[in-house]
């Protein structure tokens, strides 16, 4: 600074010196003065000089603007709640700002004409209760909640002075009552109150960023499976019904249907019947199918083989209880045999020479004894003897005496054909998620076993009504009673069932159908078993969802085989 | 200093807060049409979800089957329905005999 200034006076100095001479002390506080003056001139010149620059940095680079574009973020739509799809993205639950109609009454000049001219627009509106609105002094009243936009952008158009629009967000569910029971619903302030809105009511209701559910529902499997349990349903005058497809090799619910349901707009009272969920929530003493896993067990422990024989001629008596077979085979029966007949007294058999122990542990592996773990908040628990003793043994064999849900049953039994590993049931869409690993319950070969003998009672024994062209349907029939009030087994409510899978050289997807005290009828000769009302709806359910899922349909059942003249009837003219 | 770099300096400096003013006032309009498209944007966006729901609604199964049993003569897929393009070839190979083998054998690989 100092040096700076010296130069000033030097230079300064010899100017001045050429016009004016001055004495010292003068001379030197002018150029004290003039300096400063120069430096601040310095200083000023340099901060214009910095604007200049910023200006043609603004203007002519025009950095800055390109940055401000940038900053410009397109605006996020405000979502009160997070949406649940189906696994193909299909909304099963949404939000949507819903206009509710408003007036204020002393504002409409002509009630009686307002009146008219809304009710032409809005069919449903009570007349004369809107005119007495209108004719009121009161500053607010609602002519109609909820309108579609098109009705909002109608009464618009009518142009009547004093009506105005109040937006509420407003859960929908564009699939009505069709996924019920997997999806939930929730309550005025849109808090899930059933299924997966409960389930997942935090992530859907995050303030920041509400998360959206993906489920496994695919909704025109689970379309296909809840029409024709509902005709099934109608057609058996049953209580209920209850049906769940599976893929067996993920784990995954591709449809999940619970009869009676109720529509998710308006839920009603949620400890009624439609609320219950017969899937995951109800247990049941399932009966026959409950011999695959006993054959399974015994199969892979080597108890027994394929060609092992028992004599199935006479009932076992336990104690007070009595083991009868319902058709009765006069002669000793191999072990297909005894799942093909569906023999009581074999199982049971099997199941001793098994041992308790081992068919236990079994049951523990297969998911039979915990309940079942789904992301749903509707889960039974199965109930299961405290004491097991031989006679339990004995009973459990071929399924009673110990309940276990539809989802228990059928997440085992898709253990038993997949090849053999235990998936964890899921409801949510395992694409690009990682799978809890599963574990082994029975080799490859006893897996193959179980496919055969699966598909054996589909061709040759109780279960052939569930058989459905080109698919390969494989399964197990399940008749059981209900316990009654007084304990005692009622003869007249049954439980009738089949679980079934396909195709079954390579199972892909599982079909449970269940239906709930479905009565016997002419066509079905009088008989409500699960052979009769049960099996019939799996057959329907897998010639229609088998094309929708890629499974490929193969001759020699019932199927016309493809010769080049049948083929050209198809393909036309051949272009 | 001198008169005429005073005026040049003067000229200058005018014309720069010109220059200025008017980019800011540039800016500004910017601004306000950068908010109108936002909510138009916003608008659009509220729209599409709309309209999603309604297809969404539309589309749903019992409402398509219910259509389609009533204006269409379609039933569900017959499993003799569904052929291998092996033998779709079958059909057409006697009208198409010029054709090169080529072709089908192209068609056969990824027929099945």
Same mark, same amino acid.
């Given at each position: 600074m100092s040096d700076m200034a010296d130069m000033d006076d030097m230079t300064e100095g010899r100017r001045a010196g050429a016009r004016i001479r001055r004495d010292g002390v003068q001379k030197r506080s002018l150029d004290k003065a003039r300096s400063r003056v120069m430096l601040a001139g310095l200083l000023f010149a340099f901060c214009f000089l910095a604007l200049g620059v910023r200006i043609v940095q603004l203007g002519v680079i025009g950095e800055e603007e390109e940055n401000i574009a940038r900053t410009i973020s397109t605006p996020q739509v405000d979502v009160a709640r997070g949406n649940i799809t189906d696994r193909n993205g299909v909304l099963l639950a949404t939000n949507l700002d819903v206009a509710s109609l408003y007036a204020d009454a002393i504002k409409v000049p002509d009630p009686v004409e307002a009146t008219r001219r809304l009710k032409s627009v809005l069919p449903d509106l009570n007349e004369a209760d809107t005119l007495r609105r209108l004719q009121s002094s009161a500053r607010f009243v609602w002519i109609k909640r909820r309108l579609s936009p098109r009705q909002q952008w109608q009464v618009n158009a009518l &142009?009547? *002075?004093g009506l105005s629009f109040k937006e509420e967000s407003n859960r929908f569910y564009p699939q009505g009552h069709l996924v019920s029971h997997a999806v939930g619903y929730v309550d005025i302030d849109n808090v899930g109150q059933g299924g997966l809105e409960r389930q997942f009511d935090t992530a859907l209701n995050d303030p920041v960023s509400p998360a959206s559910v993906r489920s496994s529902i695919d909704v025109r499997v689970q379309h296909a499976l809840y029409s024709e349990l509902s005709a099934s349903m109608a057609k058996f005058s049953s209580k209920g019904a209850a049906g769940l497809v599976m893929d067996v090799n993920t784990g995954e619910v591709l449809a999940l249907v619970s009869l009676p349901d109720f529509d998710p707009h308006h839920p009603g009272d949620p400890t009624r019947a439609n609320h219950f969920n017969y899937v995951t929530q109800g247990v049941y003493e399932? &009966?026959? *199918?409950?011999k695959a896993f006993t054959i399974a067990a015994a199969l892979e422990d080597g108890t027994v083989s394929l060609k092992s024989v028992y004599d199935t001629t006479k009932p076992i008596r336990v104690g007070r209880f009595t083991i009868h077979d319902y058709h009765p085979e006069d002669r000793p029966l191999t072990v297909p045999e005894i799942f093909l007949h569906s023999s009581n007294i074999g199982s049971a058999k099997i199941a001793v020479d098994l041992g308790s122990d081992n068919q236990l542990d079994f049951f523990r592996e297969v998911g039979l004894l915990e309940p079942a773990t789904i992301e749903l908040p509707e889960v039974g628990t199965p109930m299961t003897p405290p004491v097991w003793r031989e006679v339990n043994t004995m009973t459990a064999a071929y399924g009673h005496g110990i309940a276990v849900s539809p989802l228990q049953l059928s997440v085992g039994i898709a253990a038993l054909v997949n090849g053999g590993l235990m998936k964890q049931p899921t409801i949510i869409s395992a694409e690009g998620r990682r799978l809890a690993e599963p574990h082994r319950v029975i080799s490859a070969r006893v897996s193959n076993e179980m496919r055969d003998l699966m598909r054996l009672v589909v061709t040759d024994g109780t279960g052939g009504n569930a058989s459905a062209a080109g698919y390969r349907v494989g399964g197990k029939t399940g008749t059981a009673e209900k316990l009654g009030a007084n304990g005692t087994y009622a003869r007249k409510s049954l439980i009738s069932s089949f679980v079934g899978m396909f195709p079954a050289d390579n199972p892909k997807y599982l079909v449970f159908a269940m239906l709930d005290e479905p009565h016997g009828i002419k066509e079905t000769f009088g008989y409500a078993t699960g052979g009769w009302t049960a099996a019939p709806v799996v057959s329907k359910v897998v010639s229609r969802i088998g094309p929708i899922l890629g499974v490929y349909p193969k001759g020699g059942e019932h199927l016309a085989p493809s010769s080049p003249a049948l083929m050209a009837s198809y393909v036309g003219d051949g272009r | 200093m001198k008169p005429r770099t005073a005026f040049v300096l003067l000229a200058a400096s005018v014309a720069m807060g010109y220059g200025v003013y008017k980019a800011k006032y540039e800016v500004r309009e910017l601004k306000v049409q950068a908010g109108n498209l936002r909510e138009q944007i916003r608008d659009d966006q509220e729209a599409i979800e709309v309209l999603k729901v309604e297809w969404a609604y539309l589309t749903r199964p019992t409402r398509l089957e219910e259509l389609s049993k009533r204006y269409l003569e379609l039933g569900a897929l017959k499993p003799e329905q569904v052929v291998p393009m092996r033998d779709i070839e079958l059909a057409l190979a006697p009208r198409e005999a010029a054709a090169p083998d080529r072709k089908l054998a192209a068609v056969r690989s990824d027929g099945r």
């Open positions: &142009g009547i *002075p399932m &009966g026959s *199918p409950f | -």
